[in-house]
């Protein structure tokens, strides 16, 4: 990936926060690597080069600066927009594949060669993708030495590394700091027992009002919660369960994570940044939005709405499926039902697709058709035969969403959007929709409607946030 040098040279010098995690500054003259928005004196033009990832720095040779964090920057935006097979490599790469199955597992998810994929990654980002998992180990492992009280080896081998000496060496190399020294430098009182507290860092401005409200009015008793300032969830993870906390903040979203298996946490972070979408460029997402003359006021009142996506593709389908044709409080109604009593204060990951697959056909309590539509994703789901997580190629998930008996094209492309993570989603037949458009002073027909919405691309999904929040 070219990256132009006058373009990031002005953003460093400007500390410009927009483009943290979009490239990295390193300077030859300290050895060291920074975001762009690094509040240390900017470095003289002959001293700097930039780089499209972490670990291309690091392969570089330079280590993180300690004053601005560079491995916690947000995650380019790009990896989020992009359906080819690099930025679901990214996704891929972010929710833990290397770790747990390998570059094969990676490579064979994609369906290219180990050789191929690297040459790919290595073009675009300087790296192949075992030194991208290795940038995000280092970062999982000083999370969880700041964090927690867990022993270096645990550390080690819940962050993916093969060894004691392969962890050292790395936070050797990558902080200029031994993970003894930088238990030293945590800050704070103890951590709570079981509990490991992060930030997750996004590109501002966040309607935070808006993401909340969203996810209030959608959730569901025994899997999630929200009290307007903090929204909690249960999570099925690769090795484990897992709750959540996450509260909004000025330039972060706390959170709050227990975990039963700490290996889970760098997929446990990924999906929380993925269902807030915090990785998003809301500048560019408004600016695009904010040039028709329909929605500008909107996006003047109410900047950085995004799109909540999801941490389970397969629940989200089925949320898809059961919501056709009912309001948001009667899906919840028959969603509950399917799940069965709680105990108070109980927060569990949904059902598996294994699990759904499985239930008696008493236990959905909907009409036949809508049980039969989600008896079949779930055994698609369960059979590889169907993939919606963040990897997943889309154009093929869409159409193999379609094919399922009762499904159609609103609840494909609302996966599309929130299960897979298309931006670029349109759903001009949505009743709310056109409601919407009609408040705005759009058309409002299905066709007419479609047809004006082709200038907001390639952020039509967010386009879709704020008619439904006109509605």
Known sequence: MELDFERCYRAVDSRDQRFDGWFYTAVRTTG?????????????????????????????????????????????????????????????????????????????????????????????????????????????????????????????????????????????????????????????????????????????????????????????????????????????LPHGSATVALTPADRFVSATLRLTDVRDLAPAVARCRRLFDLDADPVAVDGT??????????????????????????EMAVRAIVGQQVSVSGARTTLSRMLGPVQ?????????????????DDAFRMPAARRASIRALAEAVADGKLDLEPGADREEAVARLLELPGVGAWTAGYVAMRAVGDPDVFLPTDVAVQRGARALGLPHTPKALEAHAERWRPWRSYALMRLWRSA
């Open 32 to 236: 060291i690597y920074c975001r762009p928005s690094c509040p240390a004196l900017t470095p003289k033009r002959e001293n700097v080069t930039f780089h499209p990832s972490a670990a291309a720095a690091q392969r570089a040779g330079y280590r993180a600066c300690r004053r601005c964090r560079p491995d916690a920057a947000p995650g380019s935006p790009e990896w989020d927009v992009r359906a080819d097979v690099v930025g679901r490599a990214m996704r891929l790469i972010g929710d833990g594949v290397v770790d747990r199955e390998g570059v094969p597992g990676l490579a064979s998810r994609l369906g290219y060669t180990e050789r191929h994929l690297n040459r790919m990654l290595s073009a675009e980002l300087g790296a192949g993708p075992l030194a991208l998992a290795r940038a995000q180990r280092a970062q999982t492992a000083r999370i969880l030495i700041e964090t927690t009280a867990l022993g270096f080896a645990e550390i080690a081998f819940a962050s993916g590394f093969g060894s004691v000496r392969q962890f050292n060496d790395t936070i050797q190399e990558v902080y200029a700091r031994s993970p003894g020294e930088l238990r030293v430098r945590r800050t704070g009182g103890e951590p709570e027992a079981g509990a490991i507290s992060l930030r997750l860092a996004y590109r501002a401005p966040l309607h935070a009002g808006a993401l909340l409200g969203f996810l209030a009015a959608r959730t569901l008793p025994g899997v999630e919660e929200c009290d307007g300032t903090t929204y909690r969830r249960g999570l099925n």
């Open 289 to 314: 939005l904010g040039a028709d003359p329909a929605l500008s006021a909107r996006i003047n009142a109410e900047p950085g709405v995004r799109v909540p996506r999801a941490v389970d593709g397969f």
């Open 344 to 360: 108070p204060g109980e927060l569990r990951g949904f059902p598996t697709a294994e699990a759904v697959a499985g239930l008696p």
